[in-house]
């Protein structure tokens, strides 16, 4: 089992960034999937973003596309997601979540990914 820490959320402006890091725990973070997950008060919980164990892939839900980047360093066992102009509807708890690589599979869905992470609440105020 993985464990994850999610940092870097709080409160911004509309139009402004943050950077949200995932610190795993374990030595075997390099051969997972990670993603990327929030949700917001009322809503279902919904995939942002995802990179693969190799760092080649990336993926991204139409909402965030060419606003957030994710990367990770695997010699830092971390990941991250950075957000740009950020708007009022980027408000949510954001989690990042472990996935054994499943061929044939979409990266997009929760129910594959196995550890989470307790989450960081992100602000934007308009």
């Known amino acids: 089992q993985v464990q994850l820490a999610e940092s870097g959320g709080g409160l911004v402006q509309a139009g402004g960034s943050l950077r949200l890091s995932c610190a795993a725990s374990g030595r075997t973070f390099s051969s997972y999937d990670m993603g990327w997950f929030r949700q917001a008060p009322g809503k279902e919980r919904e995939f942002v973003a995802a990179?693969?164990?190799?760092?080649?892939?990336?993926y991204y839900a139409d909402s965030v596309k060419g606003r957030f980047t994710v990367s990770r360093d695997n010699a830092k066992n971390t990941v991250y997601l950075q957000m740009n102009s950020l708007k009022s509807d980027d408000t949510a708890v954001y989690y990042c979540?472990?996935?054994?690589?499943?061929?044939?599979?979409?990266?997009?869905?929760?129910?594959?990914?196995?550890?989470w992470g307790q989450g960081t609440q992100v602000t934007v105020s308009s």
């Open positions: 990179v693969t164990w190799s760092g080649r892939s990336t």
């Open positions: 979540a472990t996935r054994a690589p499943i061929l044939g599979t979409s990266i997009r869905r929760s129910s594959d990914y196995r550890d």
